[in-house]
């Protein structure tokens, strides 16, 4: 699933969730069936159902694919002792490599991930807070300790995460601006209007 180019065997299971988040991004989850999958694989809807149960099995190993990269990352950045400037850093870069890299995947996660079904859409709102309230203390603490400004935690998490997510749509892998560039640009944008000078 990683649209980067780097050379990954993928299995035929990770081709169908591929080739449906790219199906379900243009069209919506609703919208999207199984047999329109299957075409866009290039296999019969009776094979489909070889390697994936239902389309509702495709979002939720969609969502979760990465929710669990977001929860193990945000639980390594969280404990590893840097600065709250470092932590945002890292988180920044953090959402701009999976807005990257998993693109279609990304905005099928973001757009539709009120379409899951309980338990599983419990599980991914307790995930998300979880995460998000962690991504907020880690403003607080800069604030407390004087490294960013009297900023509202809430408005400045929204805005960072509501800024990356947009890469999703024009970004083109291979193509200027590179990954490189595109981190160091907007890490500086966004914490030089946090940064407490």
């Known amino acids: 699933m990683d649209t980067s180019g780097a050379n990954i065997t993928k299995t035929r299971k990770d081709v169908i969730i591929h080739e449906a988040a790219m199906l379900?991004?243009?069209?919506?989850?609703?919208?999207?069936?199984?047999?329109?999958?299957?075409?866009?694989v290039g296999v019969e809807a009776a094979s489909l159902y070889n390697h994936i149960k239902s389309k509702q099995h495709i979002l939720h190993e969609i969502c979760f694919k990465l929710a669990d990269k977001y929860t193990a990352q945000m639980g390594r950045i969280d404990d590893s002792g840097e600065s709250a400037?470092?932590?945002?850093?890292?988180?920044?870069?953090?959402?701009?490599?999976?807005?990257?890299?998993?693109?279609?995947?990304?905005?099928?996660?973001?757009d539709e991930w009120r379409h899951l079904n309980e338990p599983h859409l419990s599980r991914f709102l307790e995930l998300r807070n979880?995460?998000?309230r962690k991504f907020l203390r880690i403003i607080y603490e800069g604030k407390e300790q004087g490294e960013l400004r009297d900023i509202n935690p809430k408005v400045t998490m929204y805005s960072i995460l509501?800024?990356?997510?947009?890469?999703?749509?024009?970004?083109?892998?291979g193509k200027q601006p590179g990954i490189g560039e595109i981190k160091q640009n907007i890490t500086d944008l966004l914490l030089s209007g946090m940064v407490n000078k």
Not at 24 to 36: F, L, N, P, Q, S
Not at 85 to 108: C, F, G, R
Request: charge should be positive; glycine fraction near 4%.
């Open 24 to 40: 379900i991004r243009e069209k919506g989850y609703v919208a999207a069936t199984m047999r329109d999958i299957a075409a866009k």
């Open 130 to 132: 979880s995460y998000e």
């Open 85 to 110: 400037i470092v932590k945002l850093k890292q988180l920044i870069e953090l959402h701009i490599d999976i807005n990257t890299k998993y693109s279609a995947l990304s905005t099928v996660m973001n």
């Open 162 to 173: 509501g800024s990356i997510r947009w890469l999703q749509n024009w970004y083109t892998p």
